[in-house]
């Protein structure tokens, strides 16, 4: 018998005032994910494994079937993968976000907004002073930035309708 497992990754969100107190998903029209719902079996299940973070890569992990304790060794190694970075033996992966702060408040996740050419300049300055690190662009920060115009967007019309 073959099976799908539909996870709902990163579906989590906080209710939204403008739309009643409720999350963007609660609001959405889900017809399909409505149909699957009825065809199939669903429920919840604990994937975070007691003594790691509840992040994406730790539940997906774990709902595949990975033994997290013996492998997990954080998200940098996912990441280099994903772009096709080769690690060796005794090489690290972390992972890196520019970020914006103003006084001891952390303003936003992604410097602002930053343009591409922006972070480029940033990335070449830290390339310049931390060798022997070697950093590794893994989305174009032009694809954030679509991605959050898009999601602002859809907040647009979704307040239209009202």
């Known amino acids: ?6 996870l709902g990754d ?3 969100d906080w209710p939204v005032k403008s739309l ?19 065809m199939g079996r ?12 509840p992040g994406s890569e730790v539940a997906n ?7 997290l304790p013996k492998v997990y060794e954080g998200r940098g190694p996912l990441e280099a993968a994903s772009i096709g970075v ?8 972390m992972r890196c976000n520019l970020i914006c702060v103003e006084g001891e408040i952390l ?16 990335i070449q300055y830290l390339q310049e002073k931390l060798r022997p690190i070697q950093f590794e662009r893994s989305l174009d920060w032009q694809v954030q930035e679509e991605v959050k115009e898009a999601a602002e967007e859809r907040k647009e019309y979704l307040d239209s309708k009202k």
Do not use: C, W
């Open 10 to 12: 990163g579906m989590a």
């Open 1 to 6: 018998m073959k099976h799908i497992i539909i």
């Open 20 to 38: 009643g107190d409720k999350t963007l998903l609660q609001y959405a029209k889900t017809p399909y994910m409505d149909q699957l719902a009825r």
């Open 86 to 93: 080769d690690l060796k033996p005794g090489e690290i992966a």
């Open 61 to 67: 992990m774990s709902v595949l079937g990975y033994n």
């Open 107 to 122: 303003k936003n996740h992604s410097s602002g907004h930053i343009s591409t050419e922006e972070a480029d300049v940033l």
């Open 42 to 53: 669903n429920g919840r299940l604990i994937t975070v494994a007691e003594g790691f973070h």
